[in-house]
């Protein structure tokens, strides 16, 4: 293990104090003020950078210049739960009911904070470390929220990194890719009006249940019967409601859907024929409907230098072994697809060994993370600033 990797797991218990507070007060996609203040708290006790709060809603920009170097380096975290029980038994279990960090947010986060502080400490570089704090990833709005606030143009960067765990892959292995790498995801909400009534007289009624019950099944002849096998699509119903009693024909149901694709032709025939089908089958069944679509969707694509470079950094701080090249594609999905678009850089996949998918309501961050995510950022901005 290297010197940078030593004094970072040196961290590692102040950087479970930091996660846990987090994973213990979770807040959804663009209300997270009490987490914004915690991580500016924090950041502000470094001693050493320029923050400036309140990017986007609740963004923040920690900017630190050591020297007289001229190149600026961005990193990102994110720092936004979900609005899913958790079902463990952690010490540090989220104690907000409906309201989680499954998603590993939190430890992200302070992956980022432990090599900011120590980047704070050491100044080992020449040039300029930018820290975007982000809100808001779940639900597609923090990033192009804080790109609409000026971000680039406030804030300018050479390049931009970000990192994200995924269960399943071996333990702390770092994994890249070049080009597209994520799909863009279209998050809809289909109301489906009809007319209720008493359960016993059906015939008085039109009911969004079974027009909503048979949109449903429709909306997964998309992909089966119109994508081609060699393209990648998902429509994913992740929501049906309607109704709260077994005697009663209801006045509505809400579908919610979670659309993903990795290509730009593939994305407008699959979000066109989800209009389509909705609009057949409302009528079939001679219901009313409508469709809310979401912030439009991004594919996140990996800028093929920058992806080298970072892979480079990698096998150089924790040896080729623990470094994978040209890793599958993902049909997961990232706001930071966004700030890719306006800039060059890349995401990493960092692997969190044998635990539940992410959004399960028992996944867990694997805490032993945490220093190896902090060790990578500080090894990147001591790289490129060097």
């Not at 998603?103 to 120590?118: E, I, N, P, Q, V």
């Not at 599958?328 to 706001?335: F, I, Q, R, T």
Request: charged content about 20%.
């Amino acid at each position: 293990m290297n010197t940078l990797s030593e004094a970072l797991k040196g961290k590692h218990e102040e950087m479970k104090i930091w996660m846990e507070e987090m994973h213990s007060n979770p807040e959804l996609s663009m209300h997270e003020q009490n987490t914004a203040k915690y991580i500016a708290d924090l950041v502000k006790s470094f001693g050493e950078y320029e923050l400036v709060e309140g990017v986007g809603k609740y963004g923040m920009v920690a900017s630190l210049k050591v020297g007289k170097g001229n190149k600026v380096i961005g990193l990102r975290a994110e720092f936004d739960a979900l609005p899913i029980q958790e079902d463990n038994d952690l010490r540090y279990k989220s104690q907000i009911p409906g309201k989680s960090h499954l998603c590993g947010h939190d430890g992200h986060t302070t992956m980022m904070l432990g090599a900011a502080k120590y980047l704070a400490e050491t100044k080992n570089f020449n040039g300029t470390v930018r820290i975007f704090f982000q809100p808001g990833e779940e639900t597609m709005q923090g990033s192009p929220a804080m790109i609409a606030d000026g971000l680039f143009e406030r804030f300018p960067v050479d390049a931009v990194y970000a990192m994200h765990n995924i269960p399943g892959l071996p333990l702390g292995k770092f994994h890249f890719r070049k080009g597209e790498t994520m799909s863009a995801v279209d998050n809809w909400e289909i109301e489906i009006t009809g007319k209720g009534s008493h359960g016993s007289m059906p015939e008085l009624s039109i009911d969004p249940l079974v027009c909503g019950s048979s949109l449903v099944m429709a909306l997964q002849t998309i992909v089966s019967r119109n994508v081609s096998p060699w393209k990648n699509a998902v429509v994913n119903v992740g929501a049906f409601q309607s109704g709260i009693a077994g005697n009663a024909v209801p006045q509505n149901a809400v579908l919610r859907l979670s659309i993903r694709n990795m290509d730009n032709e593939v994305r407008r025939l699959v979000l066109n024929k989800v209009r389509s089908i909705t609009k057949a089958q409302a009528e079939a069944f001679n219901c009313e409907y409508e469709i809310r679509e979401g912030i439009p969707g991004k594919v996140l694509v990996n800028t093929p230098e920058n992806t080298d470079w970072a892979a480079s950094v990698a096998k150089a701080t924790f040896g080729e072994e623990n470094v994978i090249e040209n890793a599958n594609p993902l049909m997961g999905s990232e706001d930071f697809a966004f700030m890719l678009e306006k800039c060059p850089g890349n995401y990493v996949i960092i692997g969190n060994g044998d635990s539940f998918m992410v959004h399960h309501p028992k996944f867990v961050f694997n805490q032993d993370l945490l220093p190896i995510g902090a060790t990578y950022w500080a090894a990147l901005v001591e790289a490129y600033l060097k």
